[in-house]
């Protein structure tokens, strides 16, 4: 029996994104006119630079900084973040508030590490039912593998913040 291929769309939010796709997709849902606005920017010309259907343009230097910056300031840079770690082959890591940490939030990173875990290995076996693994199943595989690794990191990081502070 053939495994259905993703759709486009399904394997985006699956897989980490490319560089140009993390900046576009991060403009587009900061609003790209208001990062424009904000940076005295052409608004045309960063639409035309972010443009994921012209694969001869690109966003400058400049522009790839002031979206960084931007989404950076409104708690969105997760994306260009994961797009950066695909480039470089290292992991970022997202530290836990310390005003946050308190029993019900160790259980929760617990269980998010548990989440993820059981996230991989359906990805992996389903990516195994037809005897191999192709492209597509492996950038699942990569992005599953980035997010087990910040959940454990997570779950380490509110356990020693947890226990700095004195518990009733």
């Known amino acids: 029996m053939p495994i259905p291929r993703m759709s486009r769309i399904e394997l985006a939010q699956k897989i980490l994104p490319d560089l140009k796709t993390a900046l576009s997709m991060t403009a587009k849902r900061q609003g790209l006119k208001k990062i424009a606005a904000t940076y ?59 005003e946050d940490v308190g029993k019900t939030e160790l259980f929760s990173e617990v269980a998010e590490l548990i989440t993820r875990v059981g996230k991989m290995t359906s990805n992996t076996r389903d990516a195994l039912v037809d005897g191999r693994v192709d492209a597509d199943e492996l950038a699942v595989l990569e992005k599953d593998l980035l997010r087990l690794v910040q959940a454990g990191f997570r779950l380490v990081e509110a356990a020693k913040l947890f226990s700095e502070v004195p518990h009733g």
Request: some cysteine.
């Open 40 to 98: 005295d920017l052409h608004p045309q010309q960063l639409y035309n630079n972010l443009n994921l259907n012209d694969s001869e343009r690109n966003p400058t230097l400049q522009q790839f900084e002031l979206i960084t910056e931007y989404a950076r300031d409104h708690g969105d840079l997760d994306q260009i973040l994961d797009a950066l770690a695909l480039i470089t082959g290292c992991v970022w890591l997202p530290m836990p508030a310390e």
